[in-house]
């Protein structure tokens, strides 16, 4: 993904099926690289399976935290 502008973006409810969305979410920018501000570190990240939860256990794995990510499964009523 470049830094070009994004168009416009909506879904109809949410959560949103994020391998639905068009463009699809950025998480991390290929070019970031970690500096190890988290080396030896331990994370515990609740609701990292989409969004912001997804983009932070991302960001901290390439920091270099040993992460665990926990998630809720969504049941649709």
Do not use: F, W
Not at 49 to 72: P, Q
């Amino acid at each position: 993904m470049s830094d070009q502008q994004q168009p416009p973006q909506h879904q109809q409810k949410q959560p949103g099926d994020e391998h639905a969305m068009r463009p699809e979410p950025e998480y991390i920018r290929d070019s970031y690289r970690g500096a190890e501000k988290l080396l030896d570190k331990v994370a515990i990240i609740t609701g990292g399976d989409s969004g912001i939860g997804r983009a932070i256990a991302v960001h901290y794995a390439r920091e270099g935290a040993d992460s665990v990510i926990v998630h809720l499964k969504e049941v649709n009523c």
